[in-house]
T-cell receptor, first 114, second 114 residues
Framework: GAVVSQHPSRVICKSGTSVKIECRSL??????MFWYRQFPKKSLMLMAT?????????EQGVEKDKFLINHASLTLSTLTVTSAHPEDSSFYIC??????????FGAGSRLTVL | GENVEQHPSTLSVQEGDSAVIKCTYS??????FPWYKQELGKGPQLIID?????GEKKDQRIAVTLNKTAKHFSLHITETQPEDSAVYFC?????????????FGQGTILTVHP
């Protein structure tokens, strides 16, 4: 079946640094990927829709300059948290559409900003 | 935009009992209603989904029902097992050509006691 690989699974960084999270579709091409943020014991909040070869579409309230999304190929989308601060600590999850609105999710990336 | 309400927030059952989780949605254009299981520290996994042209779908111990008129859908798990313990999320698509853009419910923490 369709597999989405997300890396790294855990990352700890110092305040003010930038962190890149990768989301790869391993056995299929994904023209559209989605990035979510999840706080402890909360639901998934859609941050942005990543489209291959074009600019990402951000949800209302999500700072595009803080959360940079690049979808340069049909199998890779990246999320860069720029100038990270402790309030950016969260669980970030990506998903890819495998057709007909069906999504496959990555395993998530736990970001801790000290 | 779409709004999805999920109840209950927590559900505790004895092994072998049935569990039912209910969701309502607001956008009559929604056509796709998936259910996800999320274990601690992992990404969501699709367990069953239903589309608007179907009223019920079953896969072994799991079933989903949809009432488009009332705009609600439910997850039914029969003969629950301890390994069913997890957080369950319902979701609804944005309708039309949303290409996988989903709105999630708040989640239900299911605990199955041996």
């Amino acid at each position: 079946g369709a597999v989405v690989s997300q890396h790294p699974s855990r990352v700890i960084c110092k305040s003010g640094t930038s962190v890149k999270i990768e989301c790869r579709s391993l056995d299929f091409q994904a023209t559209t990927m989605f990035w979510y943020r999840q706080f402890p014991k909360k639901s998934l909040m859609l941050m942005a829709t990543s489209n291959e070869g074009s600019k990402a579409t951000y949800e209302q309230g999500v700072e595009k300059d803080k959360f940079l999304i690049n979808h340069a190929s049909l199998t890779l989308s990246t999320l860069t948290v720029t100038s990270a601060h402790p309030e950016d600590s969260s669980f970030y999850i990506c998903s890819a559409s495998v057709g007909a609105n069906v999504l496959t999710f990555g395993a998530g990336s736990r970001l801790t900003v000290l | 935009g779409e709004n999805v309400e999920q109840h209950p927030s927590t559900l505790s059952v004895q092994e072998g009992d049935s569990a039912v989780i209910k969701c309502t949605y607001s956008d009559s254009a929604s056509n796709y209603f998936p259910w996800y299981k999320q274990e601690l520290g992992k990404g969501p996994q699709l367990i069953i989904d239903i589309r608007s042209n179907v009223g019920e779908k079953k896969d072994q111990r799991i079933a989903v029902t949809l009432n488009k008129t009332a705009k609600h859908f439910s997850l039914h798990i029969t003969e629950t097992q301890p390994e069913d313990s997890a957080v369950y999320f319902c979701a609804a698509d944005a309708g039309g050509t949303s290409y996988g853009k989903l709105t999630f419910g708040q989640g239900t923490i299911l605990t199955v006691h041996p």
